[in-house]
Nanobody, 125 residues
Framework: QVQLVESGGGLVQAGGSLRLSCAAS????????TGWFRQAPGKEREFVAR????????YYADSVKGRFTISRDNAKNTVYLQMNSLKPEDTAVYYC??????????????????WGQGTQVTVSS
């Protein structure tokens, strides 16, 4: 059974930092491109960042570029999202997802096959 479990969310003041983790079980995470998405209340799920299976290629949404960093430790079967200079508009539930087909640039939710349950990030002003 495949499971992706996010952790590391919480409440932080604007300008602060959080580091999210996504741990996989039942899946060899190192074989698959992985993405982070977020969904705020009343809004659609939106792309945040993506990392290739090897970790050698990353891509970010314009809204987080320069503030967020996606990385992975394949030995630990875990993907991370380091979030710095957080803003109130970053408040959302954050999800990680695995793309089993390793598409070149997967930025929409339908391109991902497995999802975690999400972790809440709240940024106060």
């Amino acid at each position: 059974q495949v499971q992706l479990v996010e952790s590391g969310g919480g409440l932080v003041q604007a300008g602060g930092s959080l580091r999210l983790s996504c741990a996989a079980s039942g899946l060899t995470f190192s074989r698959y491109n992985t993405g982070w998405f977020r969904q705020a209340p009343g809004k659609e799920r939106e792309f945040v960042a993506r990392i290739s299976w090897s970790g050698g290629n990353t891509y970010y949404a314009d809204s987080v570029k320069g503030r967020f960093t996606i990385s992975r430790d394949n030995a630990k079967n875990t993907v991370y999202l380091q979030m710095n200079s957080l803003k109130p508009e970053d408040t959302a539930v954050y999800y990680c997802a695995a793309d089993l087909r390793n598409r070149g640039l997967a930025t929409t939710p339908v391109m991902y096959d497995y999802w975690g349950q999400g972790t809440q990030v709240t940024v106060s002003s």
